[in-house]
């Protein structure tokens, strides 16, 4: 993951000084770079399921700015990402020939790991509010959006003094869609991701309906380079 996501980097870094090359002054966009740092939560969970120790998302991608007035002030983005996201918790799974399924450990002192991991291909869709201008790069805004990902690998972790393994593919909504707000000053910026849909599948749902409507939650910072 670490691999891709350094090469995304150069590939985004190499997009973005094409366009800064070909761009006047009154023609300017705000395309960026961002790289963003999440605490992960959720909604919706049943009464016995908690999070445990931090979870985390790390997001980079580049954003394509297209402004829609002559101030240059308002517009749209389009973007694309990797996301590398773990959520540590009390929900053990295992894979058995009917599916996968899953039951809480009620005693979180009885493992010493617990949790998900899965990476995803995002596309961020945002509508666009700053102040800058062509001679101003430190600037306020605000992002509203819409952000569309696919999860192309996860896996679940669990170890104890008794038991250790691990499982991929696990029984998530492969597409995943939330609703974002990105707002702040400059290079520092809140982030929020509300997730829009359930995290498992409903073949996972069916057999666990306590869980069929767990969402993801994210708040954390976003920083934007221009």
Not at 194 to 218: A, C, E, M, R, Y
């Amino acid at each position: 993951m670490h691999k891709v996501i350094i090469l995304f980097c150069t590939l985004f870094i190499s997009l973005y000084s094409f366009s800064q090359n070909i761009d006047l002054d009154d023609k300017y966009r705000e395309d960026q770079i961002y790289f963003g740092f999440y605490y992960n939560s959720s909604l919706n969970n049943p009464s016995d399921f908690t999070q445990n120790k931090f979870s985390s998302s790390i997001n980079l991608g580049f954003i394509r700015d297209v402004p829609l007035n002559s101030n240059r002030n308002f517009g749209i983005g389009i973007g694309l990402g990797l996301s590398s996201s773990t959520y540590n918790h009390n929900l053990k799974m295992s894979n058995e020939i009917s599916g996968f399924t899953g039951m809480i450990v009620d005693d979180s002192s009885t493992f010493s790991q617990n949790k998900w991991i899965y990476n995803e291909i995002e596309a961020p869709f945002e509508i666009r509010w700053r102040t800058s201008t062509p001679e101003n790069y430190k600037f306020w805004r605000i992002y509203f959006g819409i952000k569309t990902s696919y999860i192309f690998s996860s896996k679940f972790k669990y170890d104890s003094p008794n038991e250790t393994y691990s499982i991929s593919n696990l029984p998530f909504n492969k597409i995943q869609t939330g609703a974002t707000i990105n707002a702040g000053n400059n290079t520092w910026n809140l982030g929020i991701y509300l997730g829009l849909q359930p995290i498992f599948n409903d073949q996972f749902s069916k057999k666990h309906p306590k869980f069929n409507n767990i969402k993801q939650f994210k708040v954390g910072l976003i920083f934007y380079i221009l």
